[in-house]
């Protein structure tokens, strides 16, 4: 198993690790009397993107999220969390340099030997989650999986869900696809943005992300029968047939991932269960005049209660640095 196959097995394994660490802690994720800002770059920004919108859609404080460079010097704020694997990121390093005395600084990287723990008033280490791969995987769910456990939105169900869709092949069909369209709402728009994100990185891939309803406005039209439309959660009614009259193929989770979207289980795809996956393709009016036809299925599911064997853990428990 090469390294970067590991890491990627290996992440239900960092979820429960992060989730122990939902206990009260000097970093004060529980104050709710806190604006805070979740600042980041790249896959950092959209964890923070997700996370923002967990902590104020359930209550929890006025959140924002912002890319590090772009991030509004002149708005007050009572704390920072800047998400970094590295701690070397050097938008997020200049950010913190230029905020320091005037706002509380919280960092979650995943080592602790870099300038970025130095600049903090609060740090989080997950070291256990750090990677070699260029991509980031294990890191950036492990620091999802804390920060909703602080918001008290994290279940033990994730990780036998995260095993059994890591274990299961993907839809049948996306293979032959060449342009990648993932949808989301709420805070799975910033699983959206990374998950366009990881294709690109990793596969070099066409892909877009957009809020479900804006793509409607404009990027549907790039949609053909080559083109594969994501949906995280539950669709806005109507979305689902109006990207069946491109040809193109719908991809989207089932009634039964509908409490994982609602913020009470994981933060990645559930289990790719029978009927947990609904797949399809339709033939544009255009091109014809039949209804929209399924072509594709999930695969025939383990046994109920089974899951795939994982690699040894790389998370033997170890306790967080903060």
């Not at 109006?242 to 994982?260: I, K, L, M, P, Y």
């Not at 609602?262 to 009927?275: F, T």
């Amino acid at each position: 198993m090469t390294y970067v196959a590991q890491e990627l097995a290996s992440q239900p394994d960092c979820w429960q690790v992060a989730a122990r660490w939902r206990t009260d802690s000097p970093t004060g994720f529980r104050r709710l009397s806190e604006r805070i800002a979740v600042v980041g770059c790249g896959t950092s920004y959209f964890m923070a993107q997700a996370y923002a919108a967990l902590r104020e859609g359930s209550g929890q404080g006025e959140t924002d999220a912002f890319a590090a460079s772009e991030f509004p010097t002149g708005r007050p704020y009572d704390r920072v969390v800047a998400l970094s694997r590295s701690g070397t990121t050097t938008e997020v390093i200049g950010l913190l340099a230029r905020i320091g005395g005037t706002t509380r600084r919280t960092v979650v990287i995943g080592d602790p030997d870099t300038p970025m723990a130095a600049m903090a008033d609060d740090t989080i280490v997950l070291q256990f989650a750090d990677e070699k791969s260029v991509v980031q995987t294990r890191f950036a769910t492990s620091a999802l999986t804390l920060l909703r456990a602080h918001l008290g939105l994290h279940t033990d169900s994730v990780v036998e869900d995260a095993q059994v869709a890591l274990a299961e092949p993907l839809p049948a069909g996306l293979v032959e696809c060449s342009q990648f369209t993932f949808l989301g709402q709420g805070w799975s728009v910033g699983l959206a943005n990374e998950a366009a994100l990881k294709m690109r990185e990793a596969a070099l891939a066409w892909t877009e992300a957009y809020p479900a309803m804006e793509y409607r406005h404009g990027p549907i039209s790039i949609s053909t029968r080559s083109t594969a439309t994501w949906m995280l959660g539950e669709a806005p009614s109507g979305l689902m047939d109006e990207v069946h009259a491109t040809g193109a193929r719908w991809v989207a989770a089932s009634t039964r991932w509908r409490s994982w979207y609602g913020c009470s289980a994981s933060p990645w795809p559930s289990p790719r269960r029978a009927g947990s996956i609904r797949t399809g393709r339709a033939t544009s009016p255009a091109r014809s005049s039949s209804a929209p036809r399924p072509d594709g299925a999930s695969a025939t599911p383990p046994p109920t209660g089974s899951s795939s064997p994982l690699p040894e853990s790389p998370c033997p428990s170890p306790q967080p640095a903060i």
